[in-house]
């Protein structure tokens, strides 16, 4: 008679499960199930407030001044969708534990007792254990932050919008048109944009063009003295790179530095002005970053170089090849495609190399007609409008086209590597 | 006869390059090693070897009454010091946890951390400095290593994972068949294992906050709090030339130590960001 009658436990289980826990206890996992109920009850309970301020303050972010501070506001506004996909993932969770050990109720399977669910606990709970304090921490340094950059765009925030003067207000896509309808604004943005592209691929390709060479130089077979010329080579990259581009700046400085009162000087040319005229300031950069840059890439071509079998080149010589067409057809092509994916990072780093740009002129000299100075790159000139102009809203919107930017290149870079099809990703 | 002179020639090029790139490399060092002994706060003589050195710039940087240089490094010792243990646990947690366990959200998650790594770490910079400002908090060293760290784990993650995933998994096995916990075998077999690419993440994340500018000069406020890289840029920006010696000795003593530290190090560094870059 037993085995006639049908149960319905995995259906009903999952219709009590609307209250966490619920369905558990239904299930006869009592332990489970208390604690599914406490975790519900606790997260409304402590929850309630910041999810009822929160959803209000993004959508309305504040109406009444003092009291409504827009910024906290908007914050709250995250944390409360944060919390919300948090809390959806758990019921979502809760539901499907109901069922399934509904169903197998259902089948005549044995459910594991205390005991046993807590060895599943252990079994199952120790990745999520494991990536707990990475994920939290990712949550409120990383992730809300870019949150609060995305929506930020969206927003007047600046200057003359700010507590406890004035409310913030949402106002759309009205920044990224300012970006490309205002003059001072889409002539700045023209600009800076141009001069960033031709700093990444003028400073990257020298300091790449100059490593490689180096490198392939040095590595000659009958060259002595290999060990020590490889020491100072590499030295620009063993001092940390704030204390050089400060040192440059001093090298520069017009009135005390060396290569004006020095080196211009005994040459018989009169002093030039690098730091106050954007296109000798700009030569100076490309310089100081080739400086900086190559030893990296000349480290690490030696390393490729290095491990090149010696018969490739003797079958070269065999068959005739001089030594351009054994560089051309065999070293070339092989220290690319060792190094291509760092070749590439290379670019988006210098695309971003705030230090360099600041630390030698601040971005200057300034330059009339826009609100950029003559060498800032887009995220030197973002640090500007944050920092000293207090332009948030329009910093924010700045922001996220070069993350765009970044973001394509980067995946296009990482669709060819290798790395993420063995995960099955892209 | 040709072939020889063809070489004598290509060599003595080859030696024309280095000296050339020798000057270039060495000047500005010796320039501010001479600036360091300079007599006075500004540089006004061209010669590179000051006529009257004088070791009283590293006596100011060494008086804690007259200079925060001493502090200055503390901090950044501090603070790159706790960075780099703190994001090596994180990440080899989180990197483990990836590279060996079937987990909800483990596909997601490895996806987001992808995604994550190719935004920017400025992307923040505003987020940072509009909460930092608005809540008046944050001039605190442990705000800025949370900061570092946090942004440390998608990008090493990836990176130690790619290592770990190369480990193979019957060592794991083998030793859950002797009866070893989960705990047990991370610490004891995986770990031990996984020293050269913990290296290199450790050296990273040393690296990073030691000679991280933007992030520090938005969150540190006050002079106490600064790191050396804050710090050595407010000495010479505040009037410049006019400490500009001073400054000079302060570089001096962070580009020597660091430099021979690196230079011992240099070639486990480049096979490491090789392998790494190689393998993803």
């Known amino acids: ?426 | 006869m040709s072939i020889k002179r063809q070489k004598i020639i290509r060599l003595s090029l080859t030696y024309l390059v280095v000296m050339i790139m020798a000057v270039i490399i060495i000047y500005p060092i010796l320039w501010v090693i001479g600036a360091s002994m300079t007599p006075g706060t500004s540089l006004s003589s061209s010669s590179l070897i000051p006529k009257n050195p004088t070791w009283e710039h590293f006596k100011t940087i060494f008086n804690l009454e007259k200079s925060n240089y001493l502090i200055w490094y503390w901090n950044t010792l501090k603070i790159s010091l706790i960075t780099m243990v703190s994001s090596v646990i994180v990440i080899s947690f989180t990197a483990y946890a990836f590279s060996r366990y079937q987990f909800i959200g483990r596909k997601h998650g490895l996806v987001t951390f992808l995604m994550l790594q190719m935004i920017p770490n400025f992307a923040a910079l505003i987020a940072i400095f509009v909460l930092a400002r608005a809540a008046d908090l944050l001039d605190t060293h442990a705000g800025l290593i949370l900061i570092y760290v946090g942004g440390a784990i998608p990008m090493n993650t990836w990176l130690m994972k790619g290592y770990l995933d190369s480990i193979p998994k019957e060592l794991d096995e083998s030793a859950r068949m002797d009866g070893a916990g989960h705990m047990r075998i991370f610490i004891q077999i995986i770990m031990p294992l996984a020293k050269p690419i913990i290296a290199v993440v450790a050296l990273f994340n040393f690296i990073t906050p030691f000679t991280d500018f933007i992030l520090a000069k938005v969150i540190l406020r006050s002079p106490e709090k600064y790191t050396l890289a804050v710090g050595l840029y407010d000495l010479v920006s505040r009037q410049y030339g006019s400490e500009f010696t001073t400054f000079a000795a302060g570089s001096v003593l962070i580009a020597i130590p660091i430099s021979i530290l690196f230079l011992s190090f240099q070639k486990y560094f480049v096979t490491g960001l090789t392998a790494g870059g190689v393998k993803g």
């Not at chain 1, 700046?249 to 040319?269: K, M, Q, V």
Request: hydrophobic share 55%; no cysteine.
């Open chain 1, 1 to 426: 008679m037993e085995k006639v009658k049908k149960t319905n436990h995995g259906k009903v289980a999952v219709t009590l499960s609307v209250i966490p826990g619920l369905g558990q206890i239904y299930n006869r996992q009592f332990l489970k199930g208390i604690v599914f109920l406490i975790l519900t009850f606790s997260f409304i309970v402590v929850f309630k407030d910041i999810l009822n301020i929160g959803y209000w303050g993004i959508v309305t972010l504040g109406e009444e001044l003092p009291r409504d501070n827009s910024i906290f506001l908007l914050v709250y506004g995250i944390i409360a969708i944060l919390l919300t996909i948090f809390g959806l993932g758990f019921f979502l969770f809760n539901l499907r534990d109901a069922y399934k050990n509904g169903k197998k109720r259902d089948l005549g399977i044995p459910l594991s007792t205390i005991k046993g669910q807590y060895h599943t606990l252990i079994n199952e709970g120790f990745p999520y254990l494991m990536i707990t304090p990475g994920f939290f921490l990712l949550i409120f340094v990383v992730i809300l932050p870019i949150i609060f950059v995305l929506l930020l765009s969206f927003t007047n925030y600046n200057l003359y919008h700010q507590w406890p003067a004035k409310l913030v207000d949402w106002v759309g896509i009205e920044n990224y048109l300012k970006l490309f309808t205002l003059d001072i604004w889409r002539n700045t943005f023209i600009n800076v944009f141009s001069w960033t592209i031709i700093w990444t691929f003028g400073a990257t390709t020298f300091q790449i063009a100059l490593g490689v060479f180096l490198a392939v130089l040095i590595n000659q077979k009958d060259l002595k003295g290999k060990a020590i010329i490889r020491t100072i080579l590499i030295l620009p990259w063993a001092v940390p790179a704030f204390v050089s581009i400060l040192i440059f700046a001093g090298l520069f400085n017009e009135s005390f530095g060396a290569i004006n009162t020095t080196i211009l000087h005994a040459l018989g040319i009169g002093p030039i002005p690098w730091m106050t005229e954007a296109a000798w300031t700009r030569i100076a950069l490309i310089f100081i970053q080739t400086w900086l840059g190559f030893p990296f890439i000349f480290a690490m071509v030696t390393g490729v170089l290095q491990a090149i079998p010696e018969e490739l080149y003797e079958a070269a010589t065999i068959d005739g090849a001089n030594m351009w067409q054994k560089f051309r057809h065999i070293t070339f092509p092989l220290i690319l495609f060792a190094t291509a994916p760092i070749l590439i990072t290379q670019y988006t780093f210098n695309f971003n190399n705030f230090n360099i740009i600041y630390l030698f002129n601040t971005g200057g000299p300034a330059i009339s007609g826009q609100n950029a100075g003559g060498t800032d790159i887009l995220i030197s000139w973002i640090y500007n409008l944050t920092v000293t102009k207090q332009e948030y809203g329009m910093a924010a919107a700045i922001t996220l086209i070069l993350s765009t930017v970044v973001i394509l290149v980067s995946l296009w870079q990482f669709r060819k590597t290798n790395a993420f099809k063995e995960e099955d990703i892209m």
